[in-house]
C-alpha cells in the first residue's frame, strides 16, 4: 500500500495522520506573527528606494529619529529606534564615519553621549523623503487613508494598553514580595 504524502501545510501530519493540535491559537493568527507579516509586507516597499540611498532599515530608523530631535541621549536613542545597544553602537560607527550625524559626551556626566544629525544627514533625509512619501501615497491609496489611519490609532491604543498591562502586573509583582 502506498504511503499517503504530508499535504505541506503547516499543522497537517505526516503520512495522513491528523494535524498536531496544540492547545492553542492557530500559527497564523498569533498577533506576533501578524504583526510581523504586516511589518515585511511594508518595508518591502520601502527597501528598495533605501538601497538606492546606501541605507539599511535600521539606519533610516536612527536618521528618522535624530531628524525628529536636536540631540537625543543614546540609550533613549535606542529606545525609540527599538535597537539594542550593541546593534546600535555599531551602527552609530557607520553613520559617524559617513558624516551622517555626530556625537558628543554630555558635559554634566561623562559616561554618557548625546547623538544629532548632521547636515549631511539632513541632506541625505532630504533625498530620500520624495520617495518616501510617494511609497506612503501608494500605500494609502492601496489600503486607503481612514482605513490607514485607523490602523495607526489601533495599533498606537494596543501599544500603550500593553504598556500599562507591564506596569500593572510589575506594581503586582512587586506587592507580593
Do not use: C
Amino acid at each position: 500500500m502506498a504511503e499517503k504524502k504530508s499535504s505541506g501545510n503547516p499543522g497537517s501530519g505526516p503520512a495522513g495522520a491528523p494535524p498536531r493540535r496544540v492547545p492553542m491559537r492557530d500559527f497564523s493568527r498569533s498577533l506576533p506573527m501578524s504583526l510581523l507579516r504586516a511589518r515585511e509586507a511594508v518595508m518591502r516597499q520601502f527597501r528598495p528606494s533605501l538601497r538606492l540611498h546606501g541605507l539599511t532599515e535600521q539606519q533610516w530608523r536612527i536618521l528618522r529619529a535624530l531628524a525628529a530631535a536636536e540631540t537625543i541621549e543614546v540609550t533613549e536613542l535606542a529606545r525609540v529606534a527599538f535597537l539594542l545597544g550593541p546593534s546600535l553602537s555599531r551602527i552609530l560607527r557607520d553613520l559617524e564615519a559617513r558624516h551622517l550625524i555626530e556625537r558628543r559626551v554630555v558635559r554634566a556626566d561623562q559616561r554618557r553621549t548625546e547623538v544629532s544629525i548632521s547636515a549631511k544627514g539632513l541632506e541625505l533625509i532630504k533625498a530620500v523623503a520624495p520617495s518616501s512619501e510617494a511609497i506612503y501615497a501608494a500605500i494609502t491609496r492601496r489600503y486607503g487613508a481612514r482605513k490607514l489611519a485607523e490602523l495607526q490609532d489601533m495599533l498606537g491604543v494596543l501599544e500603550h494598553r500593553l504598556a500599562a498591562m507591564e506596569l500593572t502586573e510589575e506594581g503586582s509583582a512587586e506587592a507580593d514580595q
